[in-house]
């Protein structure tokens, strides 16, 4: 019969590549912890409402619906905020707050495949709940900060753009852009470094109403400064939040990761406040992460008036820069040490093995009886770093040989030090 | 607007629930890791015809169904070994053989709920391919004991039962069982600890077809050891491999945990030959694990004949079984350390909560300017070992106080000896 493949879209994960996804995820788990955060998940799919509520994204187009036994309407969940919503907004007053989660999510979206997109996704979100000063902003932005330098990318590599929303509604409406069109204003900003300038250029006439008001919005949006984009409305409040937050961020060291960016403004129309992205500097791939505040997401889901603000990270883009920069892990051995059965008996390498394992020592033996030459060619397939010779000519004096894989140095030890032998070898 | 609750069948898993998953799931690694098995995943959906194909089984009137925007029939998996199947047949010779592969699935079945039972769950599964000897079955069993005790559960919890396809086969024909009858009788079999003896036993002669015959079985089936259960058959040659078996697991020093049990079956249609099952002791549960081999199924998906073994744990039954026993984690620290503010300004909290991240300690500071007292609950709520106090008295002096929550003890420090002064008390 034909081999089926993994439907379009979606990746299998041999163990090299798993090496890569455990590796990221690994880390995203240290710095979660070192910045204060606790994991939460849950479940994979959502009822469709959770989705639909709060309407007018482009996500909602491309839900993964299905109607289950029950004939309950269900979508494979898209992002996780909507989750993490529901579940603040089902705990109510019982949630101590601050909460600050983070989650490691397998997400879908049906999106047409290009470069740095799959239809499934993992994604590590952090969120901190019940904070409405920019504090909780800056110290999210640290994370995402520390999350790239922990996986080895440092300043030269990425920058953490920072713009806000609230900022953007001051400027646009002080430039006659209706408080109506600043949807579509947003939806076009968040294009800017996604179509050609020609293409933005249109759309950005299209979305204001008037090429008068396009020209003014234009000169606003080229500002390379916070300083440069409020020079013709200095008194808009919102820029004094951003220099509040901007101070905060050199508090914590960030002087050299983030930096305001105008262009900047968040697909998702739930956001309230300050918006963030991280880029890779060479602007060649898509964005590796971004949040922002979404101070009424929770009460959307019936919970108390809740502030918050998070980001999330994928794990495409960021692998890709990882590979790009030549920073992923190698293989590790599949075993730390392979038992040769030199006899045709496997039982002293059955008890070898088991000895090490028990000890805390990985192991394996050859579960075919084949030649020894064979054997080695197997502990050489799972990489292991030592080989034991089990029987032979030590068979019955308690002794084996041990073959470090790296050197080739070898020696005999007694099996009752087997373990530890290995242990200060390793 | 109402709060919206998760699917029914399916957990919201908030820190606190997390922290049992997660400690399984961090064991379960730790043991595959040790017993030399490496880490893959596949995708959460699959072509419909992955699960149809090899009909036949209850799971399959369970799946989770739907048709993507492309018209394209998928299912959620239900199971991960065709996913395994499918991947190992994609790489066909490429794929270094024995292959020892495990994996930690989210998994969804569409079941009437029920205690131990839920309709979005996680496995884990182990599985060797490429080996026909019994070594690989006794390899995989000694995983599994390894993974029950790796999470503190000992040989007076829980008993691996053993039994195998070909010798039920052999004794089935033996009694008069006509082969085109044997699917069934494995069934009902199967239901023997599931359902009353009463009900059984009607099951029985109905899938036998008569009551002569179903009498024979009983006979059969009531035995306690192999050698009862061959007294009127000895010669049946599935009765050598078991023995075969058994002395393999005897070298592994597994004669504690594992016993052979005629009434274990497999309710899964691919099971070929060994299949064994974990139970707790009491039998208050239902069975942790259950594997056995599969020889047929890679063949089936369009790859070489592949002898293979394998069993999957599930996470539901295994967290009972933990509470139970009163084995469970306790909920970590959210941070090591909490930098309280005792000036307004929070500068110098911030400076020393990304200095201890920086240094590798777990850290956060009130993100909200509150009095003392109030910083302190935050503490406490976020469970922190250590706090320590910015800014008052020691103010400009470089040097600040710590305090050990657990004994109360309060001493003051060199800010940059803090994080060497805490990773030392922790």
Chains 1, 2 share one sequence.
């Not at 220099?243 to 983030?258: A, C, E, I, N």
């Not at 009886?369 to 010779?389: I, P, S």
């Amino acid at each position: 019969m034909a081999v089926l493949s993994a439907p379009k879209g979606t990746r299998d994960f041999y163990p090299e590549d798993m090496a890569l996804r455990r590796h990221i995820f690994c880390s995203w788990r240290r710095t979660c912890r070192r910045y204060g955060f606790e994991e939460f998940d849950a479940p994979l799919f959502e009822h469709l409402e959770l989705y639909t509520r709060k309407s007018g994204d482009e996500i909602e187009r491309q839900l993964y619906t299905f109607t289950d036994k029950g004939g309950r309407d269900m979508a494979l969940r898209p992002e996780m905020t909507p989750s993490l919503a529901r579940m603040a907004a089902a705990k109510g007053q019982a949630l101590k707050r601050p909460v600050r989660w983070f989650s490691i999510p397998r997400l879908f979206r049906y999106e047409k495949m290009q470069r740095g997109r799959l239809r499934e996704f993992f994604q590590l979100n952090m969120d901190i709940l019940g904070v409405a000063e920019k504090t909780a902003d800056a110290d999210l932005i640290a994370a995402v900060v520390g999350m790239m330098t922990d996986l080895g990318l440092e300043s030269q590599d990425f920058s953490v753009l920072i713009s806000s929303r609230d900022l953007l509604e001051q400027l646009f409406r002080s430039v006659g852009v209706p408080a109506e069109r600043l949807g579509a204003v947003y939806q076009t900003l968040d294009k800017k470094y996604k179509v050609a300038p020609e293409v933005f250029e249109k759309m950005l006439v299209d979305s204001v109403g008037d090429s008068v008001r396009a020209a003014r919005l234009r000169k606003i949006l080229s500002a390379e400064t916070l300083d440069q984009a409020v020079a013709e409305a200095p008194d808009v409040p919102a820029a004094e939040d951003l220099r509040t937050l901007l101070d905060l961020l050199d508090s914590y060291g960030m002087r050299d990761y983030v930096r305001f960016d105008i262009g900047i403004v968040r697909g998702l129309a739930y956001y309230t406040g300050i918006v963030f992205e991280v880029f890779d500097k060479q602007r060649s791939l898509r964005a590796v992460a971004g949040g922002g505040r979404y101070d009424r997401l929770v009460a959307l889901y019936g919970g108390a008036d809740t502030p918050a603000v998070g980001f999330a990270a994928g794990d495409v883009v960021l692998g890709e820069l990882l590979k790009n920069k030549g920073i992923v892990p190698l293989l590790e051995p599949r075993s730390t040490t392979f038992v040769v059965s030199v006899d045709k008996d496997v039982t002293l390498a059955v008890e070898i093995t088991q000895l090490l394992r028990n000890a805390g020592v990985s192991a394996e033996y050859s579960l075919r009886q084949v030649a020894v030459g064979k054997q080695l060619k197997q502990a050489n397939a799972a990489r292991c770093t030592f080989v034991v010779f089990a029987g032979g000519e030590e068979e019955g004096s308690g002794r084996v040989k041990l073959k470090d894989m790296r050197s080739g140095e070898e020696r005999v030890t007694d099996v009752a030090n087997l373990a530890r032998t290995i242990g200060e070898l390793e």
